[in-house]
């Protein structure tokens, strides 16, 4: 009997929340629509769909008739679609409450659009803890896929990864199937010849084995050079699927639910924490990273066994990496129990979808590209929680909880927490007395969600390319897929290194501290707006992220002090001042304000020289010079990824007219303003480039404070929220 094996593919199909809707449609047109007419194409391609939540709301308004279609191919059984978070959520990331609501959600919803309640989840990025059995069956599914790494890592071996496996939590019992890496990294890449050879090396007599592939569908079409791949000129899938049909005496293609009606599962696992490998590595810092990087590819190309151990660090540590990712998940968690204690209603609905949409996990790590770094799903992730915890505070019975201490990052350090129906601020008293967050409810925007410039593991690969450029070393136009018996294939989307303007490496600036607001710097005065901006100083005074002490918090002013050492006085000599700054909000929900006043008082027995400033960055979404966002100066506006200089100021203003939000600035005494765009250099699909965090404005003006003497600066932030702003959040 000819040797037999079958085949499992499972399409991901994924748009975070918040996403262009110009983006999504370039994908839609490049890899969705074409693989659902190629599936009809080709009847006898049996295969799995999965569509998060935020992509299939995207296509049911879109594009209903290609739901349509698939529901079609559902109907003749030629495609199961999967199941999995609705809001495509980390599920370890949450509460159990909260994966619940997930999976259940996702389940009716296809239930609903595709008439057939899925087995199957899909894992957001294949991120597994052992307890999540316990969640997904609840929930009513009886698998999921993750990648051979995983099964690795549970010294599961090579030979035996071609069926489902069963493994379970506190009696839960799951099956896992292991996606096979030479098929993720093979298809479209290979040749077709390669694909259909390595099925065929792994076929059996008995027919008991099945290779399952579980991957992103948007590298079908909608990666850079793969539409001329996939469905222009050279027409791979049509061409494998015409293959699979070709050779259906031997291979059949199969849903892994079918699979599991007709095969038990060939043992039990229980697989450690992990993810795709690619990810453990960009949990890892990034000296790290790419030390880990270039070993794993040394031991995948010289065939050392010991690869299959390399798995990087744990998805967590994103938390910790990254101050911005922690702050989130943390509001996330505080958004969530308020919105757990809601009494039943339209209003627990509507604030358990927007918690929900905050919950996507996009924004919970960064890898070789996005993540927290891309401005506009940073901005929309944060402000359906800020949506949430908005509507819960609104149900909630009492006071509103301001002017507390409370352990809002989970350090084991308190913050204080400042409330109004208008906003919320949070501060950290231990790094800085610095303000974290300013959310405007009304308008449900964070207005100080920036990034920190830092180091990545990607900037030595962008140094080392623009170094072998100089030299005249030619980029390589072709990689190997790592690990043993991988087929030759065109460079990676992660190897690749494209510029999307010259010299991006001169450009990498990184702060050497964390960048929330109202942050105080002594300044030499020497240093000018320019070196302020690369960061390229140093500080005089060691206050911009040293602890304060708490002297006051009340429900909407907080008062902390430092007593702070002048670097810079002499080679012995050494000034004390004593820092005091008070922190108090105030306003309507249409009209919030912040007022920050700095005084600094000299303690010592030597003079205090240089420049008082104190820093704020604020998120506009004003990248690209975007018309709508604004810096409004007296010789006028200016884009609000912009740079200026303005002397003596006492008012200055800033806005987005698409966010109908308006920050007036006034200044006491009059103080030099300088406003810089805060840009990091990241990767995308399409290559290295410029990417708008936010905005920095320093209030600074020169001091010299003899013994004994006090100055200071007092800034009041004071905001405008147009009413037909908040009719549209409310979709009114």
Known sequence: MEPRISLALAIHNHQPVGNFDWVIGDVYERAYRPMVEALERHPGVRLSLHYSGPLLEWLRREHPDLVGHVRALVERDQVEVLGGGWFEPILASLPERDRLVQLERMADEVEATFGRRPAGAWLAERAWEPALPTSIVAAGYRWTILDDEHFRAAAVPNDRLWGAYTTEDQGAPLALFASDRWLRFGIPFADVADVIGHLRGQA?????????????????????????????????????????????????????????????????????????????????????????????????????????????????????????????????????????????GPDRDRATDELGRGQSNDCYWHGLFGGIYLPHLRVATLGHLVAAEDLADAAAAGPLPSGVERDLDLDGRPEILLATTSQVVTIKPDEGAGIGSWDLRAAAHPLLAVMRRRPEAYHATLLDAERAERVGDAQPGASEARGAGAPPQPASIHDIVREKEPGLGSRLSYDGYERRSGLVHLLGLDVDATRFSTGRYGELLDAVDGPFTLVEVAPTRVVVEREATVRSVGVDARARVRIERTITISGGRLDPTIEAETILENIGATSVEGRLGVEWSFMLLGGGANPAAWWELPDGRIPHDGSSVVADADHLAQGNDWLGTRIDTSVTPEADAWISPIETISNSESGFERVYQGSCLLLSRPIAVAPGEATGLRVRHAVTIAPEAVDARLGR
């Open 204 to 344: 059996t007599g008995d027919g008991s084995r099945v290779a399952v592939m579980g991957d992103d569908g948007e590298k079908l079409g909608g990666w850079p050079t793969t539409w001329d791949l996939c469905w222009g000129e050279r027409q791979w899938v049509d061409r494998f699927f015409a293959a699979l049909d070709a050779n259906r005496s031997w291979l059949t293609t199969v849903t892994p639910s079918a699979w599991l009606d007709r095969e038990p599962p060939i043992g039990r696992v229980y697989v450690p924490t992990s993810s795709y490998t690619e990810m453990g590595e960009w949990a890892l810092p990034a000296s790290e990273a790419h030390e880990f990087a270039a070993i794993l590819a040394r031991d995948r190309d010289e065939g050392r066994p010991e690869a299959r151990w390399l798995r990087g660090g744990f998805w967590r540590n994103f938390q910790v990496k990254y101050r911005e990712i922690n702050d989130l998940h943390k509001q996330m968690l505080r958004t969530s129990a308020k919105v757990a204690a809601m009494a039943s």
